[in-house]
Structure formats: C-alpha cells, structure tokens
C-alpha cells in the first residue's frame, strides 16, 4: 500500500466543472431572473396584448406599484391582514395536530382515527370547506382561519405521527438507560428525534396555508374588517389597476421565496447540521 | 467455574427468557445461572441467535425472565436506569442533536448533577476515551469506533453499579475492534467497572475477561463457565488452550447440522 502523502510524478486532472455549471449559484439565479424580465418587457414591446397596459403591466410599471404600494401602506397592510391569517390559522392547525398526534401514539383507535380523518380530509383543497366556513362562522375572518385550519391539521398530523412511529428504537433504549422515561423521554429524546418529521409537516402546512387564504379572500373579497391580499387583488381588478394586481403577485412571490429561505435556515441549523437530513 | 457469592453485583439464576414472535411464543433461554462479582468483567458468548443479547436486555431491565431470577445489587425488580448503563452495538445510539461532551454530560444532569460538575465529568471520560479533539463535533461526524467510544464514556460517567454492553464492537472492522478491546481494558481497570459484555467473538472474550459464561444450545442454557483471568496474552500456550477449548464449548452444542464455529 503506498501512503498518501506521497505525491505522484503527473497528478491526474482534478475534475472540474464546466461552463454554465462553473459560475456561482447566486450568479446563475441573476442572469436567469434578468432573463425573464427581459422576456416579459419582450413581450410587453412587441406584443398588442402584452402592450396594451390596461391587460398587462410592464416589469417598470410592476416596479412602481409595488414601490407605492408599499409607501403608502395599502401592500403592507394586505400582507400583514394576511399573515396574521395565515399565522392563526396554521397555529391552531399545529395546536390541533399536536392533539391528534398525542391521541395517536397513546392509542390504536386514535391511531385509526387519525389515518381515517386524514385520508378523507387531506386530498380536500383548502377552499373547498369555505362555503361552509362562511355559512358556520358568517362573513368573517374566522371562516378564514377555519378553512386555514383545515387545511393544515392533516400534513402535520400525519407527518408528526410518522415521525414519532419511525424513531430508531435503539436511541429509544439509550433514552431508557440513562434514566429517562415517561414525559422527559418524549420531550428529550422523542421529540428532537421526530424533528425532521416535524418540519416537512410545517412546510407543507404553510404551503397548503398560504395558498388557502390567498384563495380564500379572492373568492368572498372583503372579508372582516381589513382585507388581505386576495382583496387586494381583487379590488385592483375591479377599477383594472392592472400593476397592482402584478404588485400583489410579485408580494407574494417575495414572500414565498422569503420563508423558503427562513426554513432553509431553521433546517441548516438543527437537522442538516446534526446529520439527520442532506442539506 | 465461578460460584455464588453473596457479594455479587449480578446474580442470575435459572433465567428463562423468551420473546413474542408472529408463529408464537420462542423460548431464547432455558437455564442460565451465573453471577458477577464485584469489578469482575465476565463475558457472555454464544452463536448467534443464542439470546445472549436478550439475556443482557434482561439484565438492563428491558425484559423480563419468565422464570427464575435476576437481582443487582439485591434488587429484583429491575427497570432500565443508569445504574446499569448500556452500550449497544448500532452506532446510532448517542444523540444526534448533542455535541461529543453534550451526550456524555447530559445523561449526568438528568440524574442530578449540576450543569457545570457535570460537564467537567464529561470532559474527563471523553479524554479517557481519547476523544478530547472531538469534544465538539456532533455524533455523524465521528467514525464507527469514536461513536461506541462515546457510547462507553456516556455510561462509564455514570458510575453505574455495572456497565452492560452488547457486542459494542461487532459492526467494527477487525483492526479497530482490537484497538478498541485493548483501550477498554486500560479504561475499565482505571475506573474499576464491574463489566458483563456479550459477543460472539471468542478473542474478545479471551482478550476483556475475567470469566466467560458459555451460552449454547437452542433454546439455550449455560453449558460452561470459564475462568480466563490469567490466559496470557494471543501468543501463549494457554490462550491458544482455552480458545480450543472453548471452540469446543461451542461448536460441540450446536447438534443441529451445520457447525457454525465463529471466529474472529
């Protein structure tokens, strides 16, 4: 066996990557996102309907009403009418959820139950329950946040089941050596184990939340007292304020890609940097 | 052979053991009977399938005989705790979310030791265990052999009445798992543990104990209990006798067919 310190007389090439691949991946996103808008103010110059402001709006115009928008407070205040949705009702989904995964692991028929309640419930979209929301709760935003609810109880049940069901037994057993037991053992040694679970259940919650409320809003308009994104949408619709409604888009996007990275975050500094996920 | 003393730390006898399987109730052990004195390091080998890992399971207090009895330090009924630490073999039983010196100082505060005792205690067995430059990393960054190292200063700074570990060396490749048999040696004659460890390896039997219960058969009983304190070291005529001698030991009661002498 020859040692590794020693140096062979031609070192083979070192594998490298090429082109497009070789630039950095920041870099790669800008280019690609300069493209599309450049795509976009294309089709705005050359094309009669692209051109034609009152049915679509140009990057520029898009930049200005999301500019004003935000000045003024208008987008503020439709972004924060719907986080704090979204907020509420993902937070009583994961309280709910909780419960439900509690009553699971304690016993067979909650186990059951659950399995049942989330093969009926989960396939339903979010805004299918919010006709009955609205005739339950009336015209307001807790017709919102049930709908939001719903919507989010199932993946995180089913996930947080999952997770806590799949715990390698062995560091169970160490748990046990040690001295833990009863709720220390969940609380220490379960939960953190269960965390990978845990996560991918909150970020398909949110996802499911997000697109729930936003849908909701759009559907009944001013809903409660201040309206949220959706409403904002709408509205621009209706007096064809067509940069809003791109705006509100763009708002959204900005937001989706912001939590992404928060999550990204949270799961770099628990999972991935514990080894229990790839990053 | 080794007789009842009533300074035992471990005391088993006639233990039956058997588990649930889907064809029914399979009886792992018919009759085992062996005690352990205090500071001896008695290994229990058999083939695999034997139930010497149910057995020290049920020393651990994960299981229960369904005759005969097993007391440490003259109690009976035994629940998991850390008077009786155990290391197990998979590589995955230390705490992924906790550093080095966090699995191995954790387990002291949960048992009442204060946060800063308990880490200058941890910071002592994960320097006999010669894991000082890793004290920081967390348990995936670690190889095979520096987590079961972890794993041993976890229970060894438990100060248990005795450490139990199950073929803690059996997923090692072989050059690693003769260090490693060698370092706990050195660690457990520092720390004066009273040791049972189970393996199917008669070097490691030969190399860590005392005393080497023999558990054949199946379902199985005790077949031989053999003193190997003074075996000498692999090259001796006396190693090389009682390894032939416990060769036999095992291969003779496998009556079965096929003989399956394990050899490491």
């Known amino acids: ?279 | 052979m080794s007789s009842i003393t009533h300074t035992a730390v471990l005391r088993a006898e006639h233990v039956q053991l058997g588990y649930w399987a889907p064809e029914g109730f399979t009886l792992a052990v018919r009759d085992a009977t062996f005690s352990v004195a205090p500071r001896e390091k008695t290994i229990v080998i058999g083939p695999s399938g034997c139930g010497k890992s149910t057995l020290l399971k049920a020393v651990a207090g994960f299981i229960r005989p369904t005759a005969g009895r097993i007391q440490v330090a003259g109690r009976e009924k035994l629940e998991p705790g850390p008077d009786r630490a155990v290391v197990f073999q998979e590589f995955d039983q230390l705490f992924p979310w906790r550093t080095v010196l966090d699995n191995v100082a954790y387990p002291l505060r949960i048992n009442g030791w204060k946060r800063r005792d308990a880490v200058e205690r941890a910071r002592e067995f994960v320097e006999l265990t010669s894991l000082g430059d890793a004290a920081d990393r967390y348990p995936h960054q670690l190889s095979g052999g520096m987590k079961q190292r972890v794993a041993i200063a976890r229970a060894l700074a438990l100060d248990p009445a005795m450490l139990l570990m199950d073929e803690p060396f059996g997923s090692l490749d072989m050059l690693t798992r003769a260090r490693l048999q060698q370092e706990l040696n050195g660690i457990i004659e520092r720390t004066q543990t009273t040791l049972l460890l189970v393996t199917h390896s008669m070097d490691e039997a030969l190399t860590v104990g005392d005393k080497v219960v023999v558990l054949a058969g199946s379902p199985s009983t005790v077949t031989e209990i053999v003193d190997v304190r003074d075996v000498g070291p692999p090259d001796s005529p006396r190693y090389a006798e009682t390894r032939l001698h416990l060769r036999d030991l095992l291969a003779v009661t496998h009556e079965e067919g096929e003989l399956d002498v394990v050899n490491h």
């Open chain 1, 1 to 279: 066996m020859s040692s590794i310190t020693e140096t062979p007389a031609a070192l083979p090439a070192r594998p490298r990557a090429v082109g497009w691949s070789r630039l950095p991946l920041w870099f790669r996103r800008v280019i690609l996102l300069a493209a599309l808008v450049g795509l976009w103010q294309l089709y705005v110059s050359w094309s009669e309907f692209g051109g034609n402001p009152l049915l679509f709006a140009a990057p520029a115009d898009t930049v200005q009403a999301f500019w004003d928008g935000w000045r003024d407070g208008s987008l503020a205040r439709a972004t924060w009418e719907t986080m704090r949705l979204l907020l509420i009702g993902v937070g009583i989904g994961a309280l709910i959820a909780a419960l439900f995964t509690l009553f699971a692991s304690l016993s067979q028929i909650g186990e059951d139950i659950l399995l049942l309640l989330t093969a009926i419930l989960n396939p339903l979209p979010g805004v299918a329950v919010l006709p009955l929301a609205l005739l339950w709760f009336g015209l307001s935003s807790k017709a919102i946040i049930f709908a939001i609810a719903n919507a989010t109880i199932w993946p995180i049940a089913i996930n947080l089941t999952t997770g806590f069901k799949t715990v390698n037994p062995t560091i169970v057993a160490a748990g046990r050596t040690i001295g833990l037991k009863g709720v220390r053992l969940v609380t220490d040694v379960l939960a953190p184990a269960a965390l990978p679970s845990a996560i991918s259940g909150l970020k398909t919650a949110w996802a499911f939340g997000w697109r729930t409320v936003v849908a909701a809003e759009l559907v009944f308009g001013v809903v409660g007292g201040e309206g949220g994104l959706g409403t904002y949408i709408n509205n621009a619709k209706l007096y064809l304020f067509t940069p809003q409604m791109f705006a509100a888009l763009l708002t959204i996007a900005v937001l989706g890609v912001a939590f992404e990275l928060v999550f990204g975050v949270l799961e770099r500094r628990t999972i991935v940097r514990w080894g229990m996920q790839r990053s």
